[in-house]
């Protein structure tokens, strides 16, 4: 059996630090050591972290010094056009949001034309900036973007907004979402083909726990002249499972359930007669 171990970027500390393992551990990889290393090995999976910056990873990525690596889209789009994009991962969602102060009279893009606007993402303003053809003078800075303003450093800001908490203790408003963002894996483009296979295991792996984490599965009794009805509300991996309840003319109906799904039809369910719902969390899901 070959030696060969996928090397995994990981924030070293952050917001994606603890989710990022987290999915991996969901995955079944057991990660040995803490991080103060900043190498680390999996005991049952061909894999070894790194534990990086994340504003750091693209260039370690482009470089092929690392295969792969859980980090903002945010920044993929700021710094790594060139580096390949797979899974979603769901956690860490925010958006990169032009903001401007509240007192500010914000009517269109047009207010910003000639202002300065401080960031940290660059590359990203720029080209939206271009785009709809306004022109602003950029002041890049490394955090603590919303300050800026209050501290006549820049007329507006783009950065990261998520609750809308930062900007509003800061006297600013969001006028423009440029994009969305959420944890994905990014992969380098010099990944040889050995520990592309693995990467491959890997991903199966994350796919079965992301299509677990956002399904559910559902138990209900329903009375069997509303059964037809009740399938065409849940209609399960394949189709439900149907079994028959000891109480004559009732049935007890399994199966699986996209969970904002089961919000959007449970009022219908329930209309149709179901009964005694239970729902449970899936730990894995193959499809
Ligand atoms: N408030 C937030 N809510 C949700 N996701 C966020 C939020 N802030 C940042 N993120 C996401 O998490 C990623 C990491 O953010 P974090 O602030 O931990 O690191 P950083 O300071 O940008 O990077 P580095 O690891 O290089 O220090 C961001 O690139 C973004 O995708
Ligand atoms: O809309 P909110 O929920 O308030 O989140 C947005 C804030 O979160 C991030 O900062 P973070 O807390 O990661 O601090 P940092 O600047 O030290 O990275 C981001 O840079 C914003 O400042
Ligand atoms: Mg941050």
Known sequence: MSQEKLRIAIQKSGRLNEDSLKILKDAGISIDNGKEQLKASSRNFP??????????????????????????ENVLIEKGK?????????????????????????????????????????NTVNEFLEKKGITAELHIINGSVEIAPNIGLADGICDIVSSGSTLFKNGLKEVEIMLKSEAVLAISPEISEERQQILE?????????????????????APNENLEKIIELLPGMRSPTILPLADEGWSS????????????????????????????PIEKMVL
Not at 83 to 107: D, H, T
Request: glycine share 6%.
């Open 47 to 72: 894999l070894e972290v790194m534990y990086l910056r994340n504003g750091d990873i693209p260039q370690y990525l482009r470089d092929g010094v690392v295969d792969v690596a859980i980090i903002g």
């Open 82 to 122: 060139d580096i390949i994009q797979g899974e979603k991962l769901g956690f860490s969602k925010c958006r990169v949001s032009l903001a401007v102060p509240k007192s500010m009279e914000y009517n269109s893009l047009k207010d910003l034309d000639g202002k300065k606007i401080a960031t940290s993402y660059p």
């Open 201 to 221: 295991r890997l991903q199966f792996r994350l796919k079965s726990v992301l299509n677990a984490r956002t399904s559910k599965y559902i138990l209900l009794n």
């Open 253 to 280: 109906i399994h199966t699986v359930i996209n969970e904002e799904r089961f919000w959007e039809v449970i009022d219908e369910l329930k209309q149709n007669g179901a009964e005694g719902i239970l729902v449970a």
